[in-house]
Each structure stands twice: as C-alpha cells, then as structure tokens.
C-alpha cells in the first residue's frame, strides 16, 4: 500500500470548511464523507479530514484550540509561484485569511501563509531545487 497521510481538522461549520477547500484546489471524496465529516484530497498521498466537533470528539478528549491560535503549519507545496498567490487569493476571497505571516521568496523558494475560516494555518509553498544554493 502507498503511504498516505490524512490530516484530520476540526471545524465548526462543515459546509463553510468543504466550499473554502474546494476554492483551494482540493476535491471532495464522498467515500469518506458523510454529514458529520468530509474527505477534501489533495494529492493521490494527501487529504485533509474535515470533522465536526462532535465527531472530533470521537478521536479524543483533548481540547480544541481556539482559531486565534497556532498548533501546527501545514506546509503544501504547489507546482508554481502563481499557484502559492491563487492560493491565497482564494483563501482570503472564501472566509479564511490570507498572508498571517510575511511573504517569504528566497528566489528558489517562495511561500505565503494562509488560514482557513477555523485557524488552521497552512504553509502554500513553491520551490525550484535546481535553483536552490549550493550548501543549503
């Protein structure tokens, strides 16, 4: 079996989250959705679980940060510079919020922070390896 990863998000509005992955890029699997949580994929290897709170609750008992706050930064790579921009364009243009963090362009590498309308911060990145310098 191919390793995957599936990054399980709690959110409060269920609909709200799905419309703003869908603007993001990702496509909704209803093979593993129902009303209480959704399976947005990015990749072949990467999907995003939108749970309710209730259904979050079925995982464990451990709070659930406030959106003002910051966990973690999931880093998602796109396949161009423009792409990272469209990223945060449509994350600012459907309920979450673009550029939480300065812009970074190293010239190999270029990203912009977004959250969503729940506070997930997320990491839109683009990199050209070739280009990368020597030594890093």
């Not at 706050?69 to 243009?93: G, K, P, Y």
């Not at 459907?94 to 506070?119: C, E, K, S, T, W």
């Amino acid at each position: 079996m191919t390793k995957m990863i599936f990054v399980n998000l709690p959110v409060t509005d269920l609909p709200r989250a799905m419309r703003f992955y869908d603007a993001l890029g990702f496509t909704n699997n209803p093979q593993f959705s129902d009303d209480n949580s959704a399976c947005m994929v990015w990749s072949e290897t990467i999907s995003v679980m939108l749970l309710t709170h209730d259904k979050w609750r079925v995982f464990t008992s451990r709070p659930i940060p406030p959106a003002t706050s910051s966990e973690v930064m999931l880093a998602i790579s796109c396949e161009s510079r423009e792409a990272v921009d469209r990223m945060n364009e449509a994350a600012d243009a459907h309920g979450g919020q673009a550029d939480i963090n300065p812009v970074q362009d190293l010239g190999f590498m270029y990203n912009r922070n977004l959250a969503d309308p729940d506070g997930h911060v997320w990491e839109a990145f683009w990199m050209d390896m070739s280009a990368m310098p020597a030594g890093e």
